[in-house]
């Protein structure tokens, strides 16, 4: 059992601060949606989100929500692509409500994503970020992101998005890194869980 696996640990209290991810629902919608239309000039429909969590059961998707305290403070989303060199994912969403910033739940989604990834037998994983978006492209790098294109006027045909990669994902040392990223940001308080009725 690895580090990580040992700090995401589970529990059955509530209300004690700790940060709890789960699979999203479409009930979780009327959560999401407000929180989306906020982060972004051109939010995901609902109609956007429907569709994506359809493709989760074929196993092509993979979404999750993080709650703290019952309240609904991010949601992560991950996209599986077959590739002749394997499999690789593609980062769709890493979205956190204004009063959750800074706090390790964009951590604690990547974690999330990074472990999905890498049980599907992923051997890397890719992303786009805004180009003024520097606080998000310092978290990517924290995760072994970096730069290999950009794609112009990729939001809204204004600005231009960073393309990202990173590779060897299923490796030791990538393990030791996600550890490293739990222990410093006291990725100790998590539960992760299904989703229950």
């Known amino acids: 059992m690895s580090m990580l696996s040992r700090l995401l640990t589970r529990s059955d209290e509530s209300g004690d601060g700790r940060l709890e991810i789960v ?3 479409r009930r979780h919608l009327r959560e999401v949606l407000p929180i989306e239309e906020r982060a972004y ?4 429909s609902r109609s956007v989100f429907e569709s994506e969590l359809q493709q989760v059961a074929g196993g092509g998707r993979h979404y999750v929500i993080a709650r703290r305290d019952r309240e609904l403070v991010g949601y992560a989303g991950l996209w599986f692509v077959p590739d002749p060199d394997g499999p690789q994912a593609h980062v769709t969403n890493i979205v956190v409500a204004p009063p959750a910033r800074r706090t390790g739940v964009a951590s604690a989604l990547m974690i999330e994503l990074a472990d999905q990834a890498i049980g599907r037998g992923c051997v890397a994983w890719t992303l786009e970020v805004r180009a003024s978006s520097t ?35 299923r490796t030791d040392d990538y393990r030791a890194r996600l550890d490293g990223i739990a222990l410093r940001f006291g990725l100790d308080h998590i539960d992760r869980r299904e989703e229950r009725a």
């Open 23 to 25: 699979p999203m629902q």
């Open 41 to 44: 000039p051109t939010p995901w």
């Open 135 to 169: 606080g998000a492209q310092d978290l990517y790098r924290s995760f072994g992101f970096a730069p290999a294109g950009v794609r112009r006027r990729y939001y809204d045909n204004t600005e231009d998005a960073i393309v990202m990669w990173c590779h060897d994902i």
